[in-house]
């Protein structure tokens, strides 16, 4: 009998140290809504089923994923119009949209993420903070439609041989029931996320939280202390949506929370984002993180029907201390590690995920390494932008080089116009641990923290007030649209005043974008921005939603795919109608010189050539600064080639033995053989 005691004794003290299961009506009323619940129950019916064993999963499958779908549309359900009382689900559903996608030639859509987010105080729902990316639940949010909508939208997309592919988030969350349930030590619910409960003898290090708030963001300096006291990891290299008085470090404060037991405390918690996206931690013995992620994964794709995944924020799932300096945060193993299990789930019940990793291009590479099947092309994203803008295409070269030099298969990643998004360009490859490392630039060798710089300063110089007063300063970039970016780079200031030649030369310039993205290797995406020509919104309209310092807002205007809503000043969410150039994507399909129309033909050459399971063999040297010329290896084994003009003049010259010759802002694919 003393040996069966001294066996039962771990458990018998482990059950002493869980609080009770409370008989708290709140507490039930948020556990019954927990993501860290509902991710239980969706796993039931996967475990010990033999539906595990029939895919192979270690390795990722890029060229699998674009022959699934290779042409995306990227949709952003906030800034989606439709008919008079119908859902943005309803729209996006719509058979007449799914009927001009397949004319168009887009065989797959990006939802952008539609399940509930924001977070709840008492049993209120809070509004989302960031665009739905603080997702709270795994059910659809009402202020979208329902799920019996969401049903039949990815019903009529297999009706016409396509795709819908969801939104994983594992960095994050929202302050939804996980996280006020996790303030409350309830469970294994504080395992979920980066937090630490603070001795009340140390309180006195902690902000105080306002009147009307729940958190309190802390300075610099008390991270410090905290860190100093074996709190925190201590200070992040970079403070993403750094705002003076909003967001002055990477850490805040709760307020006073009684927990399940009766005990007040005050937690710590980390967030890479904004307050209200408490960060998930990867690496507690309760793996409370990975059941919550994978059980949404599993509802996105067994209950919604979708076939792909995005991994959004996927590269900050690793951290820890160093001695000296800041903590470790970015290029983690354990971001690796991590991104491998969702991926490799995911594949293994029947599905793919691509991730939006804007990193080194040794983490773009090793993040890919067993995990995502696809990438976002954060690698030639600016360099193309930059291309356009100056009519110099040298950086572009340069990062595709690099790509090549990384071993980045160009077929493994997602070559997109705009997104949700500002134009990124934190250039992180030559900022962090390649600052000092020598590169050819223009006849001169430069540090990878001097290239940075330099095409920084002219993208900013050419891209932002005085120069183009439309656009404004981002926290990692510059908010603008395509269409918008590309009168930047023709010089027209005054966008209210252009003319229809001006407007022709802005949809040329945007549809040389389109042919960089859409004739090379791997996925082509675009957004309803790009299909209609957005342009930015004016400032004064979204000044409330920029008052954390966000200037995103302004290119995320609505949009009206279907020109179903022509009397609309605003989305059902509040987002001002963006001025837009080209109109209604059926009516820009009747007119052969729409934008739509000539994209339908640069997207007809691309499925023509089989260009998306294509390789890119190399990018030769030019004479003239804006051409630029990919040489391809078609599945068929014939050679092809891209060329494209970012120039402002004509150009004329043999390319490795190839004659190009292409007028201002114009792109040509051709097999050699």
């Known amino acids: 009998m003393p040996g069966v ?80 009382g119908r859902s943005v689900i309803e729209t996006l559903g719509d058979a ?25 105080l008492g049993r209120a729902y809070t509004p989302t903070v960031d665009g739905n990316f603080d997702r709270i639940a795994v059910e659809i949010d009402p202020a979208f439609g329902t799920e019996a909508q969401y049903l039949r939208l990815t019903a009529a997309a297999r009706a016409r041989k396509a795709v819908v592919i969801g939104d994983v988030i594992p960095g994050h969350t929202g302050k939804g029931p996980d996280f006020r349930l996790a303030e409350r030590a309830y469970r294994d619910y504080p395992g979920l996320f980066h937090m630490v409960e603070i001795a009340r003898a140390d309180w006195a290090l902690l ?56 005990k007040e405390r005050r937690w710590v918690y980390l967030h890479y984002f904004k307050d209200g996206q408490p960060t998930l931690n990867w690496l507690d013995p309760s793996f409370a993180a990975q059941r919550l992620v994978l059980g949404d994964a599993l509802h996105s794709l067994d209950v919604l029907g979708e076939s792909m995944l995005r991994l959004d924020a996927n590269g900050f799932l690793g951290i820890e201390p160093r001695p000296d300096g800041p903590a470790w945060s970015e290029g983690h193993p354990l971001s690796v590690t991590s991104n491998q299990l969702i991926a490799g789930l995911v594949r293994k019940v029947g599905g793919f995920t691509f991730q939006e990793l804007n990193l080194t291009l040794e983490d773009i590479r090793d993040m890919s390494n067993g995990g995502p099947d696809l990438s976002y092309d954060f690698v030639t994203r600016p360099a193309y932008h930059h291309a356009l803008v100056t009519g110099d295409a040298e950086f572009l070269r340069l990062m595709l080089r690099l790509m090549r030099d990384y071993a980045i298969d160009p077929a493994g990643l997602i070559h997109a116009l705009q997104n949700h ?42 891209l932002l007030a005085p120069a183009a007063p439309y656009h404004l300063k981002a926290a990692n970039g510059v908010s603008c649209t395509s269409a918008s970016l590309a009168a930047a780079a023709l010089g027209f200031r005054d966008l209210g005043a252009l003319s229809a030649e001006e407007r022709d030369r802005i949809a040329r310039a945007h549809l040389l974008l389109a042919m960089y993205n859409a004739w090379q290797p791997g996925v082509f995406a675009l957004s309803g921005w790009d299909l209609v020509g957005a342009l930015t919104l004016p400032h004064e309209s979204v000044r409330e939603r920029m008052a954390d310092g966000d200037t995103r807002w302004i290119n995320r205007g609505a949009y009206d795919l279907l020109g179903a809503a ?44 089989g260009i998306a399971q294509a390789k890119l063999e190399d990018v030769p040297e030019t004479k003239a600064k804006g051409l630029l010329v990919l040489l391809l290896r078609l599945p068929d084994g014939r050679r092809a080639a891209t060329a494209l003009n970012f120039g402002r003049e004509p150009v004329s010259e043999t390319v490795a033995g190839t004659r190009v010759a292409l007028e201002p802002l114009e792109g040509r694919v051709a097999a050699l053989d």
């Open 566 to 609: 022509p009397a609309a000043k605003a989305s059902a969410s509040g987002l001002p109608v963006a001025p837009a150039l080209y109109g209604p994507l059926p009516a820009q399909l009747q007119d052969p010189k729409s934008f739509a129309s000539r994209l339908k033909g640069v997207l007809a050459r691309r499925k023509e050539l």
């Open 421 to 462: 998004d500002e134009l990124t360009l934190e250039l992180v490859h030559f900022w962090t641990a390649h600052k000092d490392e020598p590169f050819t630039f223009r006849g001169k060798t430069v540090t990878g923290g001097e290239l940075r710089d330099s095409i920084r300063a002219e993208l900013h110089e050419r």
């Open 207 to 262: 902000p105080p939280v306002q009147k009307g708030r729940d958190s309190a963001n802390l300075s610099p300096e008390a991270v410090d202390r905290l860190r100093e006291k074996g709190y925190l990891v201590g200070r992040l290299p970079r403070t993403i949506f750094h705002e003076p008085g909003v967001k002055e470090s990477d850490f805040s404060a709760t307020t006073t929370v009684r927990g399940a037991d009766g």
């Open 96 to 120: 007449r949209l799914w009927d001009a996608f397949r004319v168009l030639g887009v065989d797959g859509m990006h939802t952008g993420p539609l399940k509930r987010s924001g977070g709840v």
């Open 5 to 84: 005691l001294r066996r039962l004794l771990p458990l018998v003290l482990l059950l002493l140290a869980l609080p009770a299961r409370a008989e708290d009506p709140y507490l039930r009323w948020l556990e019954t809504r927990s993501m860290l619940q509902q991710g239980a129950a969706l796993a039931r019916a996967v475990s010990g089923n033999g539906r595990q064993w029939r895919r192979a999963y270690a390795r990722p499958q890029p060229r699998a994923a674009s022959a699934m779908a290779s042409v995306w549309f990227t949709s952003y359900p906030a800034a989606t119009l439709g008919p008079p």
